[in-house]
């Protein structure tokens, strides 16, 4: 069955880095492109980014242009964000998620999410 | 960016009633490029409706959607206690991908 777990999430000060991670299973991943939706406490959802099956082409929301990179390794099944000066406003949970019809996709399976809190 | 307003907020039913949820856009979508998704608290969306009527793997058919152009419609013929919790619109024919506020299905 198909499985994506996000890890690398956590507490961080405004300002620094942080990368998330998404491991892929139960499905050819090299062939899908990946998304990443983020949803602050008790809000609706959000677009982050998108990236093509083979990492070529790349696509992010206003909030993520110019601190965010999605990237991806084939070879190990991984989805990457890095996220890098981070905001207050950019707490929240960040799912990975699947395109199967690419860039302009419905998402049909998602992550159980991770946490992301940006705070002094 | 194309904006999706939700309509109600909150919708307020009774197990075994038919809910209807609205989603307008402030520009046509294709309809090959609309969703809807429900999220209950502590879990992650689940796809139900793509291509504005399509039914997801595994979603019963008491769940329908339909329309064009501005104006799409999520129905549930007869609510299950299951089926209390937030649906999501999405369009994603225009860059960038844009979701609805959200209505909340309670349970009255």
């Known amino acids: 069955q198909v499985q994506l777990v996000e890890s690398g999430g956590g507490v961080v000060q405004p300002g620094r880095s942080l990368r998330l991670s998404c491991a892929a299973s139960g499905f050819a991943f090299s062939g899908y492109a990946m998304h990443w939706v983020r949803q602050a406490p008790g809000n609706g959802l959000e677009w982050v980014a998108v990236?093509?099956?083979?990492?070529?082409?790349?696509y992010y929301g206003d909030s993520a242009k110019g601190r965010f990179t999605i990237s991806r390794d084939n070879s190990k099944n991984t989805l990457y964000l890095q996220m890098n000066s981070l905001r207050a406003e950019d707490t929240a949970i960040y799912y990975c998620?699947?395109?199967?019809?690419?860039?302009?996709?419905?998402?049909?399976?998602w992550g159980q999410g991770m946490l992301v809190t940006v705070s002094s | 960016e194309i904006v999706l307003t939700q309509s109600p907020g909150t919708l307020s039913l009774s197990p075994g009633e038919r809910a209807t949820l609205s989603c307008r856009a402030s520009q046509s979508v294709d309809s090959s490029y609309f969703a809807w998704y429900q999220q209950k608290p502590g879990q992650a969306p689940r796809l139900l409706i793509y291509?504005?009527?399509s039914r997801a793997t595994g979603i019963p058919d008491r769940f329908s959607g339909s329309g064009s152009g501005t104006d799409f419609t999520l129905s549930i013929s007869r609510l299950e206690p299951e089926d209390f919790a937030v649906y999501y619109c999405q369009q994603y024919g225009r860059s960038p991908v844009t979701f609805g506020g959200g209505t909340k299905v309670e349970i009255k």
């Open positions: 998620s699947r395109g199967p019809r690419g860039y302009d996709s419905h998402l049909d399976y």
């Open positions: 291509g504005a009527s």
């Open positions: 990236i093509s099956s083979d990492g070529s082409n790349k």
